[in-house]
């Protein structure tokens, strides 16, 4: 059974810092996805890595895929406040997306 | 486009009760599903359909029903609320490979029902 696993759950960060989420997953898969949710709302697509060594930025956040390792990195790059929000990675399991249990990011000025 | 409709936001059910969670989609989207969230459990698949007239369940499916009689709607039917079905709420819709939930593109999230079994 695939099994994805996020590290760390919760992150404090100041602003201007860099720091990366990581997930690892149990099996194969050409597919991993990346989403935001903030508060009370719902989750926001934010990348979708389809194969080995795929990179994705937009702003301050980049995502890379390592499918040999069944690893996958969202870095951040100069945390704003704005990046305050829950991020979940999610891994293709055949006709489902199986989730990651979220990292709590919190940046503070 | 409204994207993916839920309704209700918010609903409170008695043990035992029945009802429905509406979804609808207006992008023309093969692939559906319902998910539940629970605090630190992430996501769970409850069922998904790869087209109209075609269902099946997820990791958590017991307690709950679906059908897909057209490709716009999808809801999720609770048979007999139990206290361990309050959740939030996720229908998904996604263009997919054809018969698969493979998306390039990522899944839209509808806003979500926030049900409570007292």
């Known amino acids: 059974e695939l099994k994805v696993e996020q590290n760390p759950l919760f992150l404090s960060m100041q602003e201007g810092k860099n720091y990366t989420i990581y997930c690892n997953y149990s099996?194969?898969?050409?597919?991993l996805y990346w989403y935001r949710q903030d508060p009370g709302k719902s989750l926001e697509s934010l990348f979708v890595l389809l194969s080995n060594g795929a990179v994705k930025q937009e702003g301050r956040l980049m995502a890379s895929l390592d499918t040999k390792a069944r690893l996958s990195t969202l870095h951040i790059t100069a945390a704003v406040h704005d990046l305050s929000a829950t991020y979940f990675c999610a891994v293709d399991n055949n006709n489902d997306m199986r989730f990651g249990a979220g990292t709590r990011l919190t940046v503070k000025p | 486009n409204a994207g993916v409709t839920q309704t209700p936001k918010f609903q409170v059910l008695k043990t035992g009760q029945s009802m429905t969670l509406q979804c609808a989609q207006d992008m023309n989207h093969e692939y559906m599903s319902w998910y539940r969230q629970d605090p630190g459990m992430g996501l769970r698949l409850i069922h998904y359909?790869?087209?109209?007239?075609?269902?099946d369940q997820g990791e958590v499916p017991n307690g709950y029903n679906v059908s897909r009689s057209t490709t716009e709607d999808f809801p999720l039917r609770l048979l007999s609320a139990a206290p361990s079905q309050t959740s939030v709420y996720f229908c998904?819709?996604?263009?997919?490979?054809?018969?698969?939930?493979?998306?390039?593109?990522?899944?839209?999230f509808g806003s979500g029902t926030r049900l409570t079994v007292v």
């Open positions: 099996t194969t898969s050409d597919r």
């Open positions: 359909s790869v087209g109209a007239g075609i269902t």
């Open positions: 998904a819709s996604s263009y997919s490979i054809p018969q698969t939930g493979k998306s390039n593109y990522g899944y839209t």
